[in-house]
């Protein structure tokens, strides 16, 4: 895989690392003896300069605005895909056939129901509790409720607990959900489809018949495939570090939740709402944009702006699409959807954000029709991570059975004191 050498210069010497080609995208140096040739680090933080691993599931192309999961481009995914299909794909390598894409179903489905016990669990939490952190206090204690699938080594109970994973984790946002609201839990309905029967068991009530609305349905399916997967993100690379060690897929999940949750990540589309609904009109546009734009203001547009995509997100642009169907089908009138339209026009026109490349990202228009549809923004970073537990289940199994796989464990420069004598408290 060696194509060729890069030379590096340090102390008088010259050393040799090989560069490695993927099959698109960058080359990378493979520097993983450079501690032991020369003792030295590389100094990277935010890791902007570093791939973590070698993986086959998920390629972007910032400069491009590329998004492919498996080779297939994000928006005929989300056009002409499920979001089964997508996470068959995600996990397996390749599009099922019919049969595949069946048999992927049912197994879900089958897995849907949580422990009974976990009822009980739930009723810890504190009403007003953000679901958030419902969500990743309740994943974490999934390894506690499913003991038969925390064997790493073994293939069929890694395969169980990923599949116990992605089917569980509607029901257990659901009843987050439900749980904040004071409303019954809603049992999952295995006759739906993933969408459906999330939808139903957040919005469903005992005393009335819910009927899943297919534009919602639709659209809900198409907002899971979005946000299935996105290469070495923070979450994503946190799934990854904890499974290093060793730890349970349970425990790692909620590891990724817990860092997605942050305004930076996953939290940006809950910020980003409240965002909106603190501008409250068109014309206070102008004195947020000065804010953005203030170097001295630690205020950001949030829902602009992407570490890797430098022309535009292509996950944006399925779901501004997304945004508008659904917000015509439900007849919505909010002055946010006017402040959301007017703020994007004016940011992509200004040279700020034009110069430094700041363009909507997926975040942007999500909690839009999450909020038209009626989720509380609360609710949005929970949904971020239903969908994204694909992603974390995918990229955990890649690294498990990756041979070069070894404990994440990063080394730092050091610039706190040296070594010093300690003084008793009275002679201090
Ligand atoms: N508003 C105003 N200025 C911004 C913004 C923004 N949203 N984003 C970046 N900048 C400026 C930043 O101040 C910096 O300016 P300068 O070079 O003069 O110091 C420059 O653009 C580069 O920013 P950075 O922080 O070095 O870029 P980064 O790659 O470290 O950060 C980001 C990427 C997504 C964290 C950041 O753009 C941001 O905070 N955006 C708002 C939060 C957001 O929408 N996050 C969702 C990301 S998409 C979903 C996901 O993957 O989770």
């Known amino acids: 895989m ?162 116990r994973l992605i089917a569980k984790i509607p029901t257990i946002a659901a009843m987050a959900y439900k749980y904040s609201v004071g409303q019954p839990f809603v049992y999952p309905d295995n006759n739906l489809s993933y969408a459906g029967n999330f939808l139903k068991m957040t919005f469903a009530v005992p005393a009335e018949e819910y009927v899943v609305d297919p534009v919602i349905e639709d659209a809900m399916d198409k907002i899971f495939i979005l946000h299935a997967d996105h290469e070495q993100n923070a979450s994503t690379s946190t799934v990854r570090l904890a499974g290093s060690s060793g730890a349970n897929p349970f425990a790692c999940v909620a590891a990724g939740i817990a860092c997605l949750w942050g305004p930076a990540h996953g939290g940006a589309n809950e910020a980003c709402l409240n965002m909106l609904r603190e501008i409250g009109t068109v014309d206070r546009i102008p004195e947020f944009i000065a804010r953005a734009k203030n170097k001295d203001d630690p205020f950001r547009l949030m829902g602009f702006g992407h570490r890797v995509y430098k022309n535009y997100d292509p996950r944006a642009t399925v779901m501004q699409k997304v945004a508008k169907d659904v917000l015509e089908k439900m007849g919505v009138s909010d002055p946010i959807f006017d402040v959301a339209k007017e703020l994007e026009h004016i940011a992509l026109n200004d040279p700020y954000f034009v110069e430094k490349k700041l363009y909507p990202n997926v975040d942007f228009y999500s909690g839009i029709i999450l909020s038209a549809i009626g989720f509380p923004t609360t609710m949005f970073t929970v949904l971020f991570a ?34 010093r004598d300690y003084t008793p408290v009275e002679k201090r």
């Not at 890069?6 to 050393?15: C, D, F, Q, R």
């Not at 490695?20 to 501690?35: A, E, F, N, T």
């Not at 239903?386 to 050091?414: C, F, H, S």
């Open 386 to 419: 239903l969908a994204r537990t694909v992603g974390w289940v995918a990229q955990w199994n890649e690294m498990i059975t990756d041979p070069a796989q070894k404990i994440g464990r990063p080394r730092q420069l050091y610039t706190g004191p040296t070594q």
């Open 2 to 163: 060696a194509d060729s050498s890069a030379k590096l210069e340090i102390g008088g010497n010259t050393h040799d690392y090989a560069v490695k080609d993927g099959s698109v995208g960058p080359q990378v140096i493979d520097i993983r003896k450079l501690y032991a040739d020369t003792g030295a680090f590389t100094y990277d933080p935010g890791f902007t300069s570093t791939a973590s691993c070698e993986s086959g599931i998920t390629y972007i192309d910032g400069d491009k605005g590329v998004l492919l999961h498996r080779g297939y481009p994000i928006d005929q995914l989300a056009e002409q895909s499920s979001f089964m299909e997508v996470a068959y794909l995600l996990l397996r390598g390749e599009l099922p056939g019919k049969d595949e894409l069946a048999e992927f179903k049912t197994t879900i489905t089958r897995h849907t129901m949580v422990h009974e016990q976990l009822t009980t669990f739930f009723r810890g939490f504190r009403r007003d509790a953000h679901p958030m952190a419902i969500l990743v206090g309740v994943v974490g204690a999934l390894s506690a409720f499913y003991h038969d699938s925390t064997d790493i080594s073994s293939p069929e109970q890694r395969r169980i607990a990923s599949h």
